[in-house]
């Protein structure tokens, strides 16, 4: 059913990031949604494993960076990676939002959001932020749309094969769903 999911349903693409009183982080996420008007509220779901999900939880605070189509190696450096090991910032350009939350300097747009309510959602925790400050940052650029081609890619020679639907869950599933402590 993961691949009828990933025909079937569309998502935007983003960096999700956080400060702490000791560290700043950010992870790439898709599973992102508005899911109220009054007040503004935003989404954003986190498995337990990423190192963010506890960086939220201690903050209370986190910002959502929308990309451009053509920022595919900021979701890769930020997706890939976490931020346990490596300083994800390290090179980075960014600037503190109102409460603290670092923005990337290129981001298009950003929204730094309250944690308003935590639910659990099987192997993910919803994480439900109030939107505090919103900021258009480069108007007239159309936000990158998460194509599960462009970052989990399965060899050209293996498209046509019985192992093709099998692989390309594992890699799926390697990167996106289950966790993964790099
Ligand atoms: C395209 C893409 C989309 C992703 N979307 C999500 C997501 O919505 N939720 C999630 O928990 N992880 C998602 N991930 C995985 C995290 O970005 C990844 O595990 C990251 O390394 C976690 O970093 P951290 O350990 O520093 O928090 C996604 C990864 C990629 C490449």
Not at 130 to 139: D, F, G, I, R, Y
């Amino acid at each position: 059913m993961h691949d009828i999911v990933s025909k079937g349903i569309s998502h935007g693409i983003y960096i999700v990031t956080v400060r702490t009183k000791n560290t700043i982080n950010g992870m790439t996420a898709a599973l992102i949604s508005q899911v109220s008007f009054h007040p503004l509220m935003l989404m954003v779901s986190v498995a337990p494993e990423r190192y963010t999900h506890g960086l939220i939880k201690e903050s209370g605070y986190f910002a959502i960076n929308t990309l451009a189509e053509n920022q595919k190696d900021i979701v890769k450096h930020f997706g890939f990676k976490s931020g346990r090991k490596i300083d994800k910032f390290k090179g980075i350009s960014y600037f503190d939002a109102p409460n603290g939350s670092p923005v990337l300097s290129e981001a298009i747009a950003f929204f730094e959001c309250r944690l308003a309510d935590t639910f659990k959602a099987g192997d993910h925790t919803l994480f439900i932020g109030e939107v505090v400050t919103a900021k258009l940052l480069k108007s007239d650029i159309q936000p990158m749309i998460f194509r599960r081609g462009d970052f989990f890619l399965v060899p050209s020679y293996l498209q046509n094969q019985n192992i093709f639907r099998r692989d390309f869950l594992y890699l799926f599933q390697k990167y996106f769903i289950l966790p993964h402590q790099r």
